[in-house]
């Protein structure tokens, strides 16, 4: 069956550096992979879409690369702040819409 | 992005009451809708796919006469916990797709708990 495993549960960084988040999948050739932030008690927040033709994508602070080969995708936030400290999700889908969700991944930048 | 709502953001109900939590896209029309369902420290699951003028179509699993589905409008999407009981209990959010982009957005969320 199809797996999404973010690497990490929890990830601590301290202010000011590179947070990377991993997403890797199995049995599944998604269309395109989406990025969220999810803050306790509230609805994920999408920050980025890549599709299985995109290598990168850029945004601000954020970085996705999508490696099909590897069947992986980083996640970066450069130059990191405590307001970046929330939940990050990865969701996969074929085309349909239909999102298969990561279990999501914690990071806590400190000052 | 688009600017989805959900009324309430929480609701506590007894145990075999029915419970309606509506799912609004505020400033584009949705064919289509994505209701979720999130427990404490899991991801989210689909649960069903909501369809402007016909059934919904659920995910396996998910019985679909005790989560009622009603897309009545192009801005408005329904979801009923018919029966509900404790193991209901759970955080529920909807989604809109803007097709052009593929880009999901998702609702604030309703919390729902059955005593």
């Known amino acids: 069956s199809q797996k999404i495993e973010q690497n990490s549960e929890a990830l601590n960084i301290q202010e000011g550096k590179t947070a990377t988040l991993t997403c890797n999948y199995t049995?599944?050739?998604?269309?395109?992979l989406q990025w969220y932030r999810q803050d306790p008690g509230r609805g994920p927040v999408f920050l980025l879409l890549i599709r299985e033709n995109e290598k990168e994508k850029r945004k601000e602070r954020l970085k996705v690369t999508f490696d099909t080969t590897l069947k992986q995708s980083l996640f970066h936030i450069t130059a990191s702040q405590p307001a970046d400290s929330a939940t990050y999700l990865c969701?996969?889908?074929?085309?349909?819409?239909?999102?298969?969700f990561g279990q999501g991944t914690t990071l806590q930048v400190k000052p | 992005g688009a600017v989805v709502s959900q009324h309430p953001s929480w609701v506590i109900c007894k145990s075999g009451t029915s419970v309606k939590i509506e799912c609004r896209s505020l400033d584009f029309q949705a064919t289509t809708m994505f209701w979720y369902r999130q427990f404490p420290k899991q991801s989210l699951m689909l649960m069903a796919t909501s369809n402007e003028g016909s059934k919904a179509t659920y995910e396996q699993g998910v019985e679909k006469d005790k989560f009622l589905i009603n897309h009545a409008s192009l801005t408005l999407s329904t979801l009923t916990v018919t029966s509900a009981h404790p193991e209901d209990s759970s955080f529920y959010i909807c989604s809109v797709i803007a097709v052009s982009t593929d880009t999901q957005y998702f609702g604030p969320g309703t919390r729902l708990t059955v005593l």
């Open positions: 049995n599944y050739s998604p269309a395109y």
């Open positions: 969701a996969l889908a074929r085309g349909t819409g239909k999102l298969i």
